[in-house]
């Protein structure tokens, strides 16, 4: 099964929206806006990341501390890489950082932990994956998100690329 595409958090679109508009209007309020002036520059001012991403953003964190044991039992329960769920000694798979996906029966189900957190991990670069410091991982991650909201959100209503 295919992972999300790397610039979306598996999040429905009525859990996100509510709390984009209330970011949005926030900045109207701060940076002294029209109603119809665009919000998006004067985020990306701030360091200020549209809602999806910083959810992304702990799902990685929470996935990444899976791979290297540093985290609950039922965190470690739910989440598996691909070298667990299937013997395959002698491929490149086996010694890989990338998580196994659950096999889904409806599309909703995209939006649990087991599935959203262990895809958008994969959507990660390898590079970012392979790191044990979890310190570094999350300074390299934030900077990667950035990267990605900044070349992705070009509007205002950044709900709509979800």
């Known amino acids: 099964m295919a992972a999300a ?11 996100v929206a509510p709390l984009q508009r209330a970011q949005n209007a926030t900045a109207h309020l701060i940076f002294e806006l029209g ?3 665009h919000v998006t520059a004067n985020l990306h001012q701030w360091h200020w990341l549209p809602v999806r991403w910083p959810v992304q953003f702990k799902m990685c964190c929470l996935v990444h501390s899976v791979f290297y044991r540093k985290c609950p039992d039922y965190l470690a329960n739910v989440v598996s890489t691909v ?6 000694r ?26 959203a957190g262990p895809s958008a991990c994969n959507s990660l670069p390898k590079d970012l994956r392979d790191m044990t410091d979890p310190g570094l991982f999350r300074k ?3 900077t990667l998100l950035v990267w990605r909201s900044v070349l992705t959100d070009n509007s205002d209503d950044s709900v709509m690329h979800l």
């Open 90 to 115: 002698g491929l490149r798979s086996s010694s890989s950082s990338d998580f196994s996906l659950p096999w889904l029966s409806t599309k909703f189900c995209e939006h649990a932990f087991t599935y």
């Open 5 to 15: 595409a790397p610039d979306r958090a598996s999040i429905p679109l009525a859990m």
């Open 140 to 142: 390299r991650q934030n």
């Open 35 to 37: 109603t119809h002036e």
């Open 83 to 88: 070298d667990c769920s299937r013997p395959r």
